[in-house]
């Protein structure tokens, strides 16, 4: 097989697995920190708590797959060389994707946001449904049974061992999660650390051990079982038996047990201190429903997993853990830096995280969007090789669109009140906040928001045919409007560049033609004083 072949089934890869982990983002931001959902006051206590013990279970088999492909390439390579014959295997499997996470989804829109607890039935019954769903498809989607089939039987041992460790890790967790009380000392050095880091921060701290109860100000609350840092030891544990089982060829057993283990052991115990010091201190002084979201089971084990992953990655550098150097890179696995799937997706992810940031922590999210702007301008110089590596052109066509549809955009918005929050800044703040303002709109936003939408999903989707090609318009054109608000008004805009990449094949002319179509708002919203045009 070629490296061109490769590299193409790498990206192919790639482009899954990112479009995969951000949906299950937007579902968890969605129903864990921007839901009102308490298990006990569903009335469906198991119900509830079981369908989280599912997502933590689907988490862990997740984290243990990425795990096995970053460390055996020979499989990674057998994955992506399958997925690459799989390429354009027909319509159905991405039409019954979208169709489960729409399942996933309808239950939330359709409810009050604040009644999820009386209307749970309903919200089980698309989450559930949903979930098997888009799950299914996902897989198949990927690749058909018989190239998963073959993929397993190259590896059934790796593969199985890593399932099933991923697997049991949650259960293993709830089974010595007693021990937690009996270990006095762990309890009392998560108590008084998160004492220590709260008022050393300058903060009065309010403490009871014996009710479990820690806090600051007016937020107090009972750190339960599930919070206690126990899920960490034990995910951490079971993310190092993995990656002893997978590199047992090459790893010094000995030194990785008596000193690395005991090493991730401390540092998922410190870690649970500034989870929990975090969380009291969102609590307190911005958010309880948000801190107290942040202490779900399922918050937790997705820190956790964060946190070991990274540390077994930091592990992979460290010298003297390997009997021989194993090569760390293979020669025709492109960097993620220049991988164009990645730079496709990546900056538009750390752009949504970073509004999630300044929506949790601004009361008017309007003043923190710089820090929007930062992530978006470090994603693009990161991957800057794979945007310089595509063909830019300003067509008069894209730019003739981009001036129909700022000038559309502005005529018909509703007329505003120059934005009260900006009175909060005054001379070079608010002149530094202005240009920030103009340039991420007329610039970052149409590269990371083009590169997504018109770059990466409609090509994932559409494969040629009239079928498939309609569909990846409407999707995209959907998901589109749906992220700028104004359904009718973005949804045209969002076509129009869709039809500009499939009538050129160049990403770039919609680029061209959504910055043209910004600045020009940006130009009237700067002479108007009316920054909500934007």
């Known amino acids: 097989m070629t490296t061109q072949t490769h590299t193409a089934g790498f990206t192919r890869l790639y482009a899954f697995g990112a479009l995969f982990a951000l949906e299950a983002v937007g579902i968890v931001v969605l129903f864990q920190i921007l ?139 709830s089974i010595i ?27 009065q701290v309010a403490m009871d051990p014996t009710r479990e109860v820690i806090g600051t100000g007016d937020f107090l609350v009972q750190v339960a079982d599930t919070c206690s840092g126990i899920e960490g030891l034990a995910l951490t544990t079971a993310f190092m038996g993995i990656y002893a089982v997978l590199m047992r060829g090459d790893l010094r057993q000995g030194r990785f047990w008596l000193f690395v283990w005991p090493g991730a052991l401390i540092m998922s115990f410190l870690f649970n201190i500034l989870r929990i010091s975090g969380l009291i201190l969102i609590g307190a002084y911005v958010s309880p429903d948000l801190a107290v979201n942040g202490f779900h089971s399922f918050a937790g084990w997705l820190a956790f997993t964060v946190l070991s992953l990274g ?54 999210p309007a003043l923190g969007y710089p820090i929007q702007a930062a992530a978006m301008l470090l994603g693009l110089l990161w991957l800057r090789k794979p945007f310089l590596a595509l063909e830019w052109r300003l067509d008069p066509l894209a730019i003739g669109a981009g001036v129909v549809i700022g000038v559309g955009w502005v005529l ?44 990466y999903l409609l090509g994932l989707i559409d494969d040629g045919t009239v079928l498939r090609r309609v569909l990846a318009v409407g999707v995209t054109t959907a998901a589109f409007a749906a992220l700028h608000g104004r359904l009718l008004e973005a949804g045209l805009a969002g076509l129009i560049f869709a039809l500009l990449v499939l009538r ?15 600045a020009l708002i940006a130009a009237v919203a700067f002479a108007k004083d009316d920054w909500t045009l934007i």
């Open 311 to 364: 540390i077994l990655f930091i592990v992979q550098a460290v010298p003297g853990l390997m009997r021989e150097e194993p090569s760390r890179r293979d020669s025709d696995l492109p960097p993620i830096s220049e991988d164009q799937a990645s730079a496709f997706i990546l900056p538009f992810l750390l752009f949504m995280l970073a509004g999630l940031v300044v929506n949790t922590f601004y009361s008017e």
């Open 412 to 455: 018909t918005s509703e007329a505003s009140a120059s934005m009260s929050p900006l009175a909060e800044l005054g001379g070079m703040t608010l002149a530094l906040w202005v240009i920030v303002r103009v340039l991420g709109t007329s610039l970052l936003v149409p590269m990371v928001e083009e590169a997504f939408f018109r770059g």
């Open 504 to 518: 050129s094949g160049r990403v770039t002319d919609a680029i061209v033609s959504h910055a043209v179509a910004n």
């Open 177 to 203: 999660n007693p021990l937690w009380w009996s270990m006095t000392f762990l309890v009392w050095g998560t108590f008084y650390g998160v004492a220590i880091v709260l008022g050393t921060l300058g903060n």
């Open 35 to 173: 839901s009102a959902l308490d298990c006990r006051e569903t009335g469906y206590l198991m119900a509830c708590r079981g369908l989280r013990g599912v997502m933590v279970h689907a988490l862990c088999v997740f984290a243990g797959i990425i795990l096995l492909l970053v460390l055996k390439s020979d499989l990674r390579h057998a994955l992506s060389s399958e997925m690459r014959r799989q390429q354009g295997n027909g319509w159905l499997w991405p039409v019954l994707h979208l169709g489960g996470i729409l399942l996933i989804l309808l239950p939330r829109l359709l409810s009050d946001p604040t009644q999820l607890n009386q209307s749970f039935p309903l919200l089980f019954a698309g989450l559930v449904s949903g979930g098997i769903l888009a799950g299914v498809a996902a897989l198949f989607w990927m690749m058909p049974p018989r190239g998963w089939r073959d993929w397993i039987q190259s590896a059934p041992v790796s593969i199985g061992a890593v399932v099933l460790i991923a697997l049991l890790t949650p259960t293993l967790a």
